[in-house]
């Protein structure tokens, strides 16, 4: 029976696992209470912050009893902002933290029992990312505070490549000496030639001026000013295995340049690929994974419902001079059903909420001898593997630490073709 637990009380308690996104579990006159930048077996002292129908959530007010897996932060915001979770935690805890999350969402959402590979860890944990969106109010600029709409003002963000944190300075500047109406700022920086695209959403004309104050800084390459071009060509470049590739501000690249190139070398050995192969690859955003892929098959097929990445895609193809891939602008449940050739294999790379149940359905009627699942969300990985199994066999998932000092984790999934797979569609 569940007692009562009251707001702003303190209890003690001991942390008895983590749960999905790296918060401890503890339970408290039998109610689950999620603590966050806690640790399993710590004993802690908590202050209730919110109350739900099924759980609590509580803020640590002392460690009574330390984990030997906990680490000091080196970020100063670390406590209050929202964009890290695992920083209190040892990087060998981290990757088997990232390990069973994967292996519990198979399990327990998919019902899919599979030896999951240890993940692949990144030999960078700070300054790996090259896109940051950053919220602006007033003279502030930085991340909302975990769980609200707080704005946790930073001087620089250890996640970010250096070159983002230096244009935050420029930033910083112009909106401590004008009044201004900006909503948000995100800069990408291209690996290629060291290079930074700044986009800038405002809801005034007037904060066009901001424009003066970055151009100075060494590497500004583009600004996009409420959705407009107002600086450079509107691109950054981007190598990753060997081929580069033009990105804008609303094309998708992945986040962490050293990881993707583990990550496609994932993708390239399990496929197996062969010169008669023809692939289709879903979701295929700025087409890294086609034109990567394109030189070990006979044709690909890339389908992305964004415009902007579709444009990217088509000028990547002439930039690296390919010419046996194809990129249709479409919703992909649409546009597979209007697909002929016989596919050998599809390449699947969705966003976090999944892949559209229409879509698996003619996935499994275009039956490819195998499926590469990539995905940054185990969850709906798991949904959409179990929606598959009928007619293919899960060989493996590797998880890849996309996202280091955090509790998000990129996945690689190869499911092949069961022989009986025909008969089962037949």
């Known amino acids: 029976m569940i007692g009562t637990i009251k707001i702003d009380e303190i209890y003690e308690t001991v942390i008895t696992s983590l749960e999905n996104e790296g918060k401890g579990v503890c339970k408290i006159n039998g109610m689950v209470v999620f603590v966050p930048k806690t640790l399993v077996g710590e004993k802690v002292r908590i202050r209730i912050t919110e109350i739900k129908k099924n759980f609590a959530v509580g803020k640590v007010v002392e460690i009574l009893k330390e984990s030997d897996k906990r680490v000091k932060s080196r970020c100063p915001y670390y406590e209050e902002c929202g964009g890290c979770s695992l920083r209190h935690q ?9 390990k069973g999350k ?3 969402a198979l399990k327990r959402i998919g019902k899919i029992d599979v030896k999951v590979d240890d993940c692949v860890a990144c030999f960078k944990d700070d300054h790996y990312r090259n896109k940051v969106s950053f919220k602006v109010e007033d003279d502030r600029i930085g991340f909302y505070a975990e769980g609200t709409y ?5 001087k620089q963000c250890l996640l970010a490549e250096n070159k983002i944190n230096d244009c935050l300075g420029a930033i910083r500047n112009y909106i401590k000496e004008n009044k201004n109406k900006i909503k948000s700022i995100t800069i990408k920086h291209g690996n290629a030639l060291d290079e930074v695209l700044i986009d800038i959403y405002s809801l005034s004309s007037e904060d066009a001026k901001i424009i003066n104050y970055l151009t100075g800084i060494d590497g500004v390459k583009t600004i996009v000013f409420n959705d407009k071009v107002v600086y450079g060509t509107g691109y950054i470049n981007q190598i990753s295995n060997g081929l580069m590739f033009l990105c804008s501000s609303k094309s998708f690249f992945q986040v962490n340049d050293v990881q ?5 070398k994932l993708v390239l050995d399990d496929a197996k690929l062969n010169k008669n192969d023809v692939v289709l690859d879903l979701y295929s955003g700025t087409g890294t994974i086609s034109c990567i892929i394109s030189s070990h098959v006979k044709k690909v097929i890339g389908i992305e419902i964004v415009e902007d990445a579709v444009l990217d895609a088509r000028k990547n193809l002439k930039v690296n001079g390919i010419n046996n891939v194809k990129f249709i602008c479409g919703d992909a449940a649409k546009e597979i059903s ?11 790379d969705p966003p976090r909420r999944g892949v559209d149940r229409k879509a698996i359905s ?6 490819p001898k195998k499926i590469i699942y990539i995905s940054c969300n185990p969850v709906t990985m798991a949904r959409d593997l179990s929606y598959l199994t009928d007619l293919y066999d899960v060989k493996k998932v590797i998880p890849v630490d996309m996202f280091p000092n955090t509790s998000h984790v990129e996945c690689v999934g190869l499911l092949c073709q069961k022989k009986s797979a025909k008969t089962i569609e037949k």
């Open 150 to 154: 707080q704005l946790v003002d930073i």
């Open 362 to 367: 003619i996935m499994k009627k275009i039956l």
């Open 90 to 98: 040892t990087k060998e805890e981290n990757l088997k933290f990232k």
């Open 338 to 348: 209007k697909i002929k050739e016989k596919i050998d294999v599809i390449i699947v």
């Open 260 to 264: 993707t190139e583990k990550l496609y």
């Open 102 to 104: 994967v292996q519990t």
